[in-house]
């Protein structure tokens, strides 16, 4: 088990859809292999860019040549104007140059300098990538190998963590460790959380962060229910958010997310219409990823609809008056639990299957929900457990590659099932439960490695495979 030290700011990161190791993960390690040349960035001449492994087989249908190209570019996922980011790589492959760190004009053609090699994989995961740089007379200036883990993290080959990391108050690698914590200091989860963020940031800068992040989320939503129109890649699947939105939301005037919700707050709704409400949310988000639009990895960018749907329901639906206070806890919560997963299995589809995408991220919102509506340590960690033991063994089979079908659909349900398992552990008992989180996560880990490596997004198998839609090349 990795023993990193992991910020709720690593597994909650702003960035551009559609997802988080395809997308953002190989834009950062573009980004990266353009700091590294700094000193020497005027000698280089032609750069290119080797997709392997499930970058090369899902890569077109995620958008990795285009998050390289803008990586290359200078360009920052937080902060990209969003039409900037498809037209940026269109200049590219109409005028054949590159403007290499955003400072440095060069020669570039996609289709000679950036490869796709489907048929090989790297050894130190299903996401690698190789960057190259050479001079004017073709010498071999450097070559670097990233790999793309999961969740927009990047590891350089032969990057040493232990090298990276901070030393904590509470070193956290177990469901049962973080009780620990709690258990000493009287404390909820939250609080420990917080506690070890204060080793990167100050509580303000951390609570100012964090309600950044929920702007993000916030406003992905307010855009996903305000969009009609076909998702892009050529699979011809409409959005639904928007007329979902339509049939459920009641008279209001509002002209921006912030009055959007306070609409929302003030309405009177039905069960039935919650379970439609928490669908459309979660749609919202993940059709804004399938379009390349912003929003918030929480954990990886394929699952990033349950969170911010389960913390709409809290806001909006639960009997409890919610304040920024309690959003700052929620999202401290959350992340903890998604950085225990990631140190004990993974959050990489590529390594995982979708049970690390979607049954973590419904994990880490059933524990959220659970502390956040007054459940104990005992009951947001039994939670985590009930809402992850109902995803084992999801696999990963996007049609064409794309995060459309089935993904978007598995936000809707990953955030029902975070819902019901708080529910459950609220009325439980967790000193009667069989299972505990721990086991929950090594067994996650064994699943992934016995699962065959075509039901990891590779496109390989399951409906991927068993569904005759042809996507064209682009």
Excluded at 125 to 144: M, P, R, S, V, Y
Excluded at 224 to 238: K, N
Aim: hydrophobic share 40%; charged share 20%; with cysteine.
């Amino acid at each position: 088990m990795t023993m990193e030290a992991i910020s709720v700011f690593d597994m909650l990161k702003i960035g551009v859809g559609p997802s988080s190791s395809h997308t953002l993960g190989p834009w950062r390690a573009a980004e990266r292999f353009c700091h590294s040349l700094s000193h020497h960035l005027h000698a280089v001449a032609r750069v290119e860019a080797h997709l392997y492994g499930s970058l090369a087989l899902t890569g077109k249908g995620h958008g990795t040549d285009i998050a390289v190209l803008l990586g290359l570019s200078g360009q920052d996922p937080e902060t990209i104007p969003i039409p900037d980011v498809l037209a940026i790589p269109e200049q590219v492959s109409a005028s054949h140059l590159l403007h290499l760190s955003g400072a440095h004009t060069i020669a570039f053609q996609p289709d000679r300098h950036l490869a796709f090699h489907y048929s090989e994989r790297l050894p130190g995961h299903a996401n690698g990538l190789i960057f190259k740089a050479f001079d004017e007379e073709g010498q071999l200036l450097t070559a670097q190998t990233y790999y793309s883990v999961g969740g927009g993290f990047v590891v350089r080959e032969g990057e040493s963590l232990d090298e990276l990391q901070q030393a904590l108050p509470c070193p956290i690698g177990t469901a049962r460790e973080l009780s620990a914590y709690c258990e000493a200091r009287a404390a909820g989860i939250w609080e420990v959380v917080m506690e070890n963020e204060q080793s990167w940031r100050t509580e303000a800068e951390i609570k100012s962060g964090l309600l950044r992040i929920w702007g993000v989320m916030k406003n992905s939503m307010y855009r996903g229910c305000h969009t009609e129109g076909t998702l892009p890649g050529g699979l011809g699947v409409s959005r639904r958010a928007a007329a979902l939105h339509q049939k459920l939301v009641l008279p209001c005037e509002y002209s921006n997310a912030d009055e959007w919700l306070r609409c929302l707050v003030r309405c009177d709704f039905q069960f039935s219409k919650i379970l439609k409400w928490i669908g459309c949310f979660a749609m919202a988000v993940n059709e804004e990823n399938a379009s390349f639009g912003r929003i918030v990895t929480a954990p990886t960018n394929g699952a990033a609809g349950v969170i911010p749907a389960v913390l709409m329901y809290y806001i909006c639906f639960s009997e409890k008056d919610v304040t920024d206070e309690d959003i700052v806890r929620f999202l401290l919560v959350a992340g903890e639990i998604g950085s225990i997963f990631k140190k004990g299995a993974t959050i990489s589809a590529a390594m995982g299957g979708c049970q690390a995408e979607i049954g973590v991220s419904s994990a880490m919102a059933a524990a959220a929900l659970t502390e956040g509506l007054g459940g104990s340590v005992e009951q947001a960690l039994m939670a985590a457990e009930i809402a992850m033991e109902h995803h084992l063994g999801l696999t990963c089979d996007p049609i064409g590659g794309l995060v459309q079908v089935p993904c978007i659909e598995r936000n809707s349900m990953g955030a029902i099932k975070a819902i019901t398992a708080a529910n459950i552990a609220l009325e439980g008992d967790p000193a009667k439960a069989r299972v505990h989180l721990d086991e929950v996560v090594k067994t996650m880990w064994e699943t992934a490695q016995d699962m065959n490596h075509k039901y990891k997004e590779t496109s390989q198998g399951g409906l991927a495979v068993n569904i005759s839609i042809k996507v064209p090349e682009c």
